[in-house]
């Protein structure tokens, strides 16, 4: 089910007769196509709940959500968050603001687009929680850290980011989006929660997405070679992605007000050139690996301290690296088969209509 809200409020998401399921208002999904949001809308209907997806299909596919569009409990909404207006929606009794481009080489494609969607579409949701009175998500990241000083990152360090740089629309639009969240918490008494997403993984990535777990397993199934940026020698550590939902959900069930941003990811960290070496294991490529320039800005260190996340939301991730990896690429398997059966298919609708011109173009001259 698709509902349209323009920019003018008209018309408004009737969020009282889209289902049957409990009479809790519905909970608002932003950016609920994309990676993260596609999870966590799965995961909440899967516990009863009325989801709301908003999302404007910049970086995502309808395709992705087309499945729960069967579930009385789901609403698809084709809008941009950066416009939406707070009288949209009548109510909503939670708020997921997941929407904005993640992976860098899309973000950078539309820079002010990137900034404006943190800091509008932020404060767009944020009066529409006030009026609801609902409690909202704001899925920041750990590039609020930009180069980071000091290893790892703790959420008391403010960072060390490039104003100018290539990173800069999204970096700053997510710290503004931060403070956005603090001032309506602080003025008007928003339930407000922070979560620091760090790098996360998982089946569902698109592969276009270019960031390096999908693209790594991407290249290595196609016997390509994997494309290492740089000396290879700069870390991330990879959260799967149910480890991580589990954490979002926990932030918004559990009492959290004054506390600030909390990190979530797994701290295990790897180099990306290990990460390369490990995919090639794990799904048998004899891909080699090249080298090419490392972007401008591309953080050398990145790690988390989730000792906060641990003693208040009671969570660690689970998942270890090679478990989530291999599930990925399990995944990606599939997909690819689907698309090679596709293409065949395709082909062979071709051939058998070309056969039947002939055929027909025989006949005529006959
Ligand atoms: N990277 C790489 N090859 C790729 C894609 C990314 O070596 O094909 C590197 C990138 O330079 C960065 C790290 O992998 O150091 C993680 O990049 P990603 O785009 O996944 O996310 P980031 O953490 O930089 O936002």
């Known amino acids: 089910m698709t509902t349209a809200a323009k920019p003018n409020g008209k018309p408004r998401v009737n969020t009282s007769a889209s289902t049957r399921r409990g009479q809790e208002a519905p909970i608002l999904v932003c950016g609920g196509a994309g990676f993260l949001g596609s999870h966590l809308?799965?995961?909440?209907l899967r516990e009863g709940k009325r989801v709301i997806c908003l999302d404007n299909f910049c970086t995502s596919d309808e395709a992705v959500v087309e499945p729960f569009s069967s579930e009385p409990g789901f609403k698809l909404v084709r809008a941009d968050v950066a416009e939406i207006?707070?009288?949209?929606?009548?109510r909503v009794s939670a708020i997921y603001n997941l929407a904005c481009a993640a992976s860098p080489i899309h973000y950078q494609k539309a820079p002010l687009d990137t900034l404006f969607t943190s800091v509008h579409g932020m404060d767009r949701l944020l009066r529409l929680a006030r009026r609801c009175n609902a409690r909202i998500f704001q899925a920041s990241t750990s590039e609020i850290y930009?180069?980071?000083?000091?290893?790892?990152?703790?959420?008391s360090y403010w960072g060390h980011v490039n104003t100018m740089g290539p990173r800069a629309c999204y970096d700053e639009g997510k710290r503004c989006a931060e403070t956005l969240c603090y001032i309506y918490h602080d003025q008007y008494a928003v339930p407000v929660r922070v979560g620091r997403i760090f790098n996360t993984y998982g089946p569902g990535m698109r592969m276009s997405d270019g960031r390096v777990v999908i693209n790594f397993i991407v290249q290595a199934?196609?016997?390509?070679?994997?494309?290492v940026y740089g000396?290879?020698?700069?870390?991330?550590?990879?959260?799967?992605?149910d480890d991580l939902i589990d954490a979002i959900?926990?932030?918004?069930?559990?009492?959290l007000d004054g506390v600030g941003p909390i990190n979530i990811g797994n701290p295990v960290e790897i180099t990306v050139l290990e990460l390369a070496q490990r995919i090639l294991r794990l799904t048998g490529s004899r891909s080699s690996i090249v080298v090419q320039p490392l972007p401008q800005d591309d953080p050398p260190r990145r790690k988390p301290d989730i000792s906060l996340a641990a003693r208040l939301l009671d969570w660690t991730p689970?998942?270890?690296?090679?478990?989530?990896?291999?599930?990925?690429?399990?995944?990606v398997e599939r997909r690819l088969e689907r698309q090679d059966a596709a293409l065949i298919a395709a082909v062979g609708r071709a051939r058998a209509a070309s056969a039947t011109r002939?055929?027909?173009?025989?006949?005529?001259?006959?």
Do not use: K, N, W
């Open 221 to 227: 199934l196609a016997g390509e070679p994997l494309t």
């Open 231 to 241: 000396d290879g020698q700069q870390t991330r550590s990879f959260c799967y992605v």
């Open 249 to 255: 959900t926990r932030m918004m069930a559990v009492s």
């Open 146 to 155: 930009g180069h980071p000083t000091i290893h790892p990152q703790v959420e």
């Open 318 to 331: 689970s998942t270890d690296l090679d478990t989530g990896l291999t599930r990925t690429i399990e995944d």
């Open 85 to 90: 207006e707070e009288s949209s929606f009548e």
């Open 358 to 366: 002939r055929v027909g173009i025989a006949g005529t001259a006959l």
């Open 41 to 44: 809308c799965a995961r909440l």
